[in-house]
Structure formats: C-alpha cells, structure tokens
C-alpha cells in the first residue's frame, strides 16, 4: 500500500498545474468575498446587498450572486479538474502496461491515487468554502460545508472514475452528465416531464443524484441540519460507481 | 515456459469505423524456459500485439496462452514480469530517480533494497548524471536507458523486451548485449521484438518470423563455440584425406539448420557439397592447400552460415535459402 501511496503522490505532483489553476480559481473568489466585505458590509461583519446596488448596480449584484452560485459547484469543478483521466491518463500514455507487469495490484494503485487525489480536493475546498463564507456572512455553516463537499466528492468523484476506467474524455462526460442532472432535476421538480414515470425514474436513477445534493446545498445555505439520509443516498451513488470501475480495472484490456 | 495454441487476436473497429483487424491468426508456439526468442516481422506483423498477449495486457480471441501454466495476467500478478514497451515513458514531471524508485517499490522492493536496487540500475546504464532531472527533459537515448534500467527492478523469470536498442548508441548496444548475456546465464525466458536483425543475430537462440499475424517461419541461429567459423565447400572430387584434413566435416542434412540432418564424410570420392569448421581465415586456408595437395578438386567456399537478414528475406519472398 506504501508503494501505491508513493505513486500516488508522485502524480500528484504531476497535477501541480491543475492544483495551481484551481487555487488561483479559487482566489478570485476570495479576492471578490473580500472586496465585497471591504465595500459594504455591515455591522455584523454581513454584505448588504442593498448597499451593494446602490454603489454598483445590477452588474455587482449580478456578479455576487454568480459567484456564489459558482461557489457551490467548486466542489464539483474541484473533483473532475484534479481527478479528470485518473486511469484514462495511464492509459493513453502506456504507463498502465508499466505499472501493471508488477506485482502491486492496480486496485491498490488507483485506489490510493483516488484517495491522494480526493482527499486534496476535499482540502482545498474546504479551505475555499468557510473562508468565502465568514468573508461573506460573518460566520460558516459549520459541519454542514464539510458534509457538502464529501458528498460532491464522493458522487463525481465515484462518476469520473468509473467513466475514467472505461474510456477517454471522462470528466467532459462526467461533466456533461452533471449538467443534464441539473436540468433533469428542475424540469421534473417543475412537473415538466411528460415521460413515462418508469422511463423519468429510471433516467433519474442513472444520473448523478441531484434531488439529494440539492437538498445538502439547501441545508448548507440555510444553516439547517445535515439531511443525512441525502448525503447516504449521495456517497452510496459514489460508492457503487467506485466498486464498478474496481470490477471494469480488473477486466479491461489495456 | 510460454505456450500460445492457435491464438487469434481480433480488435474490434470503432463503433462505425472500418472492420475488425486481426492482429495475430492461428499462432502456436512454445517458448522453453530460460530461452531468448527474438520476434522479428515487418510493421503490423503483430510483434507487440503478441506481447500484449503473453503478458496479460490483452485477451485472446481464441485460443489458449498459458505462462509458467497460468492464465498470462495471472503469472504477471504473481511473479511480475520485466518489461520495457516500444516507446517508453513516464510523466514527464517525474525525476529519473523518482520514477525508477516508484517502480521499484510497486516491485516489492522496500526502503534500502529499492534505493539500493535503483542505485545499481542508474549506474548500469550510466544514468547518474541525469538522475535528477526530468524525464520529459532526457534524449531519447536517455529515455531507452531508463526503460530498460526500471527492467533490471524486476526479478521475474519473464523478460519482454519491445525493440530494446532503439535509439541506443553502439556503446549502449554493447552494454545491453552484456545484459542479455546475464539474462540468458540467470536461466531467465526472454522475448525480443527488433526491426534490428543483425543485433536478433547476436542476442537470440531463435527468431519467430511473424507477418500478417500468422508465423512465417521460426528460424534457429545457430552459436558456434567462441572463434569458430563455418564453412560450406564443395568438391568435385573428395579424397579420403577430407576425414583427416577437416574433422568432423559432414554433409549438410535436408533439414537445412538442424544438426540433426547431417551426414559424416564416409569416405566417398562422388561430388559433394561439406560443412567444416575452422578456427579462422588462415586455419581456413591452410585446411584447403593441403586437401588440394592430397589431390582434391574444389569448385567452391563459402560460408555456412547465412545471415539472418538474409533468411528472413527469402522467407518472407517466398524463396529457398
């Protein structure tokens, strides 16, 4: 397992440009929080909207709130940028067929390098997150944040290296499928579906579980208490995913 | 060692692209333990898909393939394998070190044995002063070398080397002639793939000849004892001292190579065609005065041994050797 984390950290550090891409990403929204605190924040340490309109109109505001919102999909933007190609990348390359003629499992090499990798998007988010928040509210939502990211982590993370086993282009589709669940989601909570409900269930279930993540934004956004029978419903979508890439590594031809 | 019966490898198009190619048709082959095979061919003989293959990377269409009597993916998960792919590489971003002591340890090498194992293989191949540096900044020499020092981590009786001496120097040709040689002294199964057919000479006790998929030909070369030549000459009229003059010459057997076909002189003064061996040009030339001298007619010399080259062109021309 040592050898497989050493590995791992090795390809870490040739993701540092992703890494570095993503803090600076991530910048932008500090500089922004800070910016907007700096300019209008009120006595409790709150951005006023208000007082934002009133010094820049819709195009601050509009900014605000797309930054925000932008905010909460970090998770998701930080999970597919650092795990995008986890097992694709090897083998595009022809480093799969090098690690694979020894003796270390690749469950053991792609499992660790999983970990290494999610585990530092978990990091950098939830660095990102509170401090946007405390910035922003003058206070962070507690566990809450740290429950949102996991479940972003664990659900893309799953997705991407499943897709990541099977073929190229695995985050772009991971992506794509993210999109579709959110619009998926919004036409059916707006009743616009006129499918089948077999068929719009049976659609809903294959993509990634955004009734649930919604529900874990919402409780984050709010300061409610953690729906955890979401979160279950979220990593459990994740960890399947996981176990299936494990089946298709075994498998698959390199 | 390794046994392939009737394989056939098929790769199936992309979806709504062309047909299915077939890579490999029909091999068999068996492969002794502690062998060195050369696997020679043109572009797309199917070489590297037939590695692909024995080590596990790839299935069989039909066919069965067996390694040390395991499925191959299972022989290599056990015992690993030493192999170094057609254009290798690794991250760019990674240190020569770094790499050989990461694959070190997915060998199973801990702490000071895989400092000590990646220290050995940077110095055999002259790596040190490029160790630190990273990969995407070495030559393509460089690179080879790296390839072929992470092959000397592994400890497995398996050794799978895809055109080994690409881009090496004549003094890294040498040093990896050196290697084979210990490979080959380890009692250690080792396949070569090389366009290089003079170096497949040197290196191998026997060459498969693959084209279009299917064996062409498998081709022994033959090892003369260190300093020994052979010779073919041909007499129209032999005299009885032929036995004292070249011992142990013969006339060659219908089985072309095999040693097993050979006729020993017997005395007879017919016209007749006869291997001998000698130490060289001027043991040679000596040889033939005095059988000349012992009145024999000759009509020609020339040596016994074709080139592998040029067997592997008739074969693949379709003409007699």
Known sequence: ?254 | MIALEQVNKTYAPAPGRGRPVVALDDVSLQVPEGATWAVVGPNGAGKSTLFALILGFVHPTAGKITVAGLAPRSFVRRHGAAFLPERFSLPGSWTATAALHALARLEGHRGAEAKTRVADAIARFGLEPHAAKPIASLSRGLLQRVGLAQTLLSDSPLVVLDEPTEGLDPLWRIQFRELVAELRRAGRTTLIASHDLAEVERLADQAVLLEGGRVRELIPIRREPAGRRRYRIRLTRPVPALAEIFPGAVEPGTTGEDAAGDVAYSGDTAPATYLVEVDDDADLSARLAALLAAGATLSEVAPADEPLELRVRHALSGEEG
């Open chain 1, 1 to 254: 397992m040592r050898a497989a984390l050493e590995l791992a950290l090795l390809e870490l550090r040739a993701r540092r440009g992703r890494l570095l891409a993503l803090a600076a990403f991530a910048t932008v929204f500090l500089a922004a929080g800070a910016a907007a605190r700096l300019l209008v924040a009120d006595g409790d340490g709150h951005v006023d909207a208000d007082q934002l309109f009133i010094i820049g109109g819709y195009p601050l505001v509009s900014a605000l709130l797309l930054l925000g919102w932008l905010l909460g999909r970090f998770p998701l933007i930080a999970t597919l940028v650092l795990l995008a190609g986890i097992v694709s990348g090897d083998r595009g390359a022809g480093y799969a067929r090098i690690y694979a003629v020894r003796p270390t499992s690749p469950l053991a090499v792609y499992g660790v390098r999983f970990l290494v990798l999610a585990a530092t998007a978990f990091v950098l988010c939830a660095v990102l997150l509170p401090t946007f928040d405390l910035l922003l509210l003058g206070t962070w939502a507690g566990p809450a944040t740290l429950v949102l990211i996991l479940a972003n982590i664990l659900a893309f993370g799953g997705l991407v290296t499943f897709l990541s086993a099977c073929t190229r282009a695995d985050a772009w589709i991971a992506l794509f499928l993210a999109i579709s669940a959110l619009v998926w989601n919004a036409l059916r909570a707006a009743g616009k579906l006129t499918i089948p409900i077999g068929v719009r269930d049976f659609i809903s279930f294959l993509l990634p579980p955004q009734a649930a993540l919604l529900r874990l934004e919402g409780a984050f956004g709010t300061l409610q208490p953690i729906p955890w029978d979401a979160f279950w419903l979220v990593a459990g979508y994740g960890l399947v995913l996981l176990a299936a890439a494990a089946i298709v590594l075994r498998h698959r031809e390199l």
